[in-house]
């Protein structure tokens, strides 16, 4: 077989795939394995082909996806932890034309700014918020999260999560389902390419509710893994997400244009 | 057109906010201060101006809203009294380190804790030094009249606007709850989004194609920037303290002694000042209308031209007083009175002070 040089195979006819121009030059700040890198992407590739770069503002939150802003490539503002849907509320509220989204882990959305969550969902803010629920504190090392299973280990739960000493995980995607401000609201994962596709749609959904006016939150949950944290292979990290995260978080839609499924 | 009305400090206010142009006033109710939303919901603004006003669920949720609506190059304010100030010290932090203009009231009442609903300016620590995390101060301004309460709305969006930085109107539950005449100001019209565009190219209104994406952030995980940009507020604070100071000074000329005070202690003080000259007792008022920057410039001059003492008072246990001794450094003699807890000192009970711990001291 005669030698093939690059010349011979960076020819347009011979591209598959290009990342979206939304996506920043930058190196992700993510563990290899991690689903966060997938989740950006594909909310910049719907953003990019919903033509809506131009008047869409993004809020990154406190956690692993502190520094969303230096790989999406668009408006940003950082939120301080918890604080994301009160941000996303003033943008939208002085700029309504604008498409406004947040984007934050479980403890950030879950635990800390519970309150900023369920009020922004209840007076049925037109924003979309998307959700990362890897079950555990990534950034800080790997400590218990509110969405932290029943048995799972972590940092601050060393011999697993006890539901007598340390609570029960919060399913807050079921809780803002039930207000009246959510229109939208679904979990999905981005561990297979059939799911990355299925998120992709749901996000797309979601900014077209909000592009379209559609009343309330729309509210993507992705359920995704955490090896680092987990301490497993991204590999076994997922196998494990499928055996005792998704029984307990199931996938699918909870709510679809204003009404329950 | 300018409009002759009697109004609480807190109507006068919010009414101001209107006026001034503003987009936006995010809120959450406390005592006493809830008049100004009070005010702006039953006003309408949406209606005479466009500007959204919404009660939100929480002060922390509050001062988020304006954080974001400010980072969007909107003109924001909120308002609120000292245990409510308190929660929004993290958002006005991220509001200082990102740089944003943003306007906000603190009627304070008595603390610590949930304290008590009456005045107070026991909140001048946190207003001055900095109330939340980091290295950053905010422009203070303190009115002694309803009139100040409307008209430092209108110069505070200005400073705001012109430094990038929160400015604080540190209010009381006197000024806040007493009715005065007031002069409003004639409405300044809100801008335009294409205005904003074109005056704001740091806030994040979406990206243009051919344009630098613009963000929002206090973070920089690298310590040389961040000092970098420490280094840049510090210049910021400097300006600030060299070109905005602004103080009243009244019957200082041929005074032997001054009383140093600020919003309501300053129109009580006035009144000591009066009885005082009347027992032929030679004193002045240097009213503080800057908390940060503090005249520590002129302060200092004047004990260099035979004050022979400063009587700061507050209602506070002392805190004002101790930048009066930073800026007297020990060439007059400095002493503080002041009731505290709710209680509002009498102008009887100033010149006593004076008396006995200036004159007689």
């Not at chain 1, 029943?150 to 060393?158: F, N, Q, V, Y």
């Not at chain 2, 019957?251 to 002694?257: N, R």
């Amino acid at each position: 077989m005669a030698d093939i040089t690059l010349d011979q195979i960076i020819k347009p006819e011979n591209l598959v795939y290009t990342k979206t121009k939304l996506m920043t030059d930058k190196v992700l700040s993510y563990c290899p394995g991690c689903g966060h890198g997938t989740a950006h992407r594909i909310t910049m590739e719907v953003i990019e082909e919903l033509g809506l770069e131009e008047q869409t503002i993004g809020i990154a939150p406190v956690g692993c996806s502190v520094l969303a802003y230096e790989f999406m490539n668009i408006d940003m503002q950082q939120a301080a932890h918890g604080r994301a849907p009160a941000v996303a509320t003033g943008i939208k509220r002085v700029w309504p034309d604008k498409i406004v989204f947040s984007y934050q882990g479980d403890g950030d959305l879950a635990a800390i700014g519970t309150n900023e969550t369920i009020h922004a969902c209840n007076r049925g803010e037109n924003i979309v918020i998307i959700f990362i629920n890897n079950g555990i504190y990534g950034m800080t090392g790997g400590q218990m999260a509110p969405t932290t299973l029943i048995g799972m280990k972590s940092s601050t739960s060393p011999f697993g999560r006890d539901a007598q000493r340390m609570g029960n995980p919060l399913k807050i995607t079921e809780l803002v389902a039930q207000l009246p401000g959510t229109y939208f609201v679904t979990r999905q994962a981005v561990h297979t390419p059939a799911n990355v596709r299925k998120t992709k749609r749901a996000i797309k959904k979601a900014f077209e509710n909000q592009r379209d006016g559609k009343p309330g939150v729309s509210f993507v949950e992705i359920v995704s893994n955490c090896n680092s944290g987990w301490k497993m292979t991204p590999r076994d990290a997922n196998t494990w997400m499928e055996e005792n995260m998704f029984p307990f978080y199931p996938l699918g839609d909870i709510k679809v244009d204003g009404k329950l499924v | 057109m300018s409009e002759l009305k009697l109004m609480k400090g807190n109507e006068a206010l919010a009414e101001a906010a209107i006026r001034a142009g503003a987009d936006a006033y995010f809120g959450y109710p406390i005592t006493p201060q809830s008049e100004v939303i009070e005010y702006l919901m039953a006003e309408k603004p949406h209606e005479r101006t466009g500007m959204v006003v919404l009660q939100a669920e929480s002060e922390i949720a509050a001062i988020n809203m304006v954080y974001g609506a400010a980072g969007a190059g909107k003109k924001v304010m909120t308002s609120s009294s000292s245990p409510g100030i308190s929660l929004k010290q993290e958002g006005i932090s991220y509001i200082a380190g990102a740089e944003l203009p943003c306007l906000y009231a603190n009627v304070v009442r008595g603390g610590p804790g949930l304290g008590t609903i009456q005045p107070s300016q026991a909140d001048y620590f946190q207003s001055t030094k900095g109330g939340g995390h980091g290295d950053y101060r905010q422009i203070v301004l303190a009115p002694a009249s309803v009139q100040e309460m409307a008209d430092f709305v209108k110069d505070g969006f200005e400073l705001a606007f012109k430094y990038r930085i929160p400015v604080l109107i540190l209010s009381d539950g006197v000024i806040g709850q007493m009715m005065e005449k007031v002069e409003l100001f004639d409405p300044i019209p809100r801008l335009t989004d294409a205005e904003i565009n074109e005056k704001y190219p740091w806030a994040t209104t979406g990206k243009k194609s051919g344009t630098e994406r613009r963000i929002i952030t206090s973070l920089d995980l690298d310590s040389h920037k961040m000092e970098e940009h420490n280094h840049k507020l510090q210049a910021k604070y400097k300006e600030i303290t060299e070109k905005e100071v602004r103080y009243e000074l009244i019957d200082c000329d041929d005074a032997e002694y001054v009383i140093v005070a600020y919003g309501s202690s300053a129109r009580i003080a006035q009144k000591a000042v009066r009885l005082a000259r009347a027992k032929g007792i030679k004193v002045g008022l240097f009213r503080l209308i800057t908390l940060f920057p503090f005249p520590s410039v002129k302060m200092h001059e004047m004990c260099g031209k035979g004050i022979k003492g400063f009587l700061a008072v507050e209602m506070s246990s002392g805190q004002m007083v101790e930048d009066v001794r930073l800026a007297v450094n020990g060439c007059s003699k400095v002493a503080h009175f002041g009731r505290y807890g709710g209680i509002v000192h009498t102008p009887e009970e100033v010149l006593e002070a004076l008396e006995q711990k200036i004159i007689g001291g």
